[in-house]
């Protein structure tokens, strides 16, 4: 798996289990069970997870990325 594959699924988990009312809208049905994450804890613990994913994103080197994946 090349690390921007891990990247993206990394992050799509993370979105899933974060907001799983999303999630199954569409299609992820993993989290079902669970209730969306609204609380102010939770959502300040998403936004430094972001920083730290955006801050991984920024340091990859596009070059090796294929078409499809520096569209995403």
Request: glycine fraction near 6%; hydrophobic fraction near 40%.
């Amino acid at each position: 798996m090349s690390e921007f594959t891990e990247l993206a699924t990394g992050y799509l988990d993370d979105w899933a289990r974060r907001h799983p009312d999303d999630a199954t809208a569409v299609g992820d049905h993993r989290f079902d069970p669970h209730l969306p994450a609204a609380s102010a804890e939770e959502l300040a613990d998403e936004r430094v997870a972001l920083g730290r994913l955006s801050a991984r994103l920024d340091g990859l080197d596009a070059s090796g990325l294929s078409a499809e994946q520096r569209v995403d």
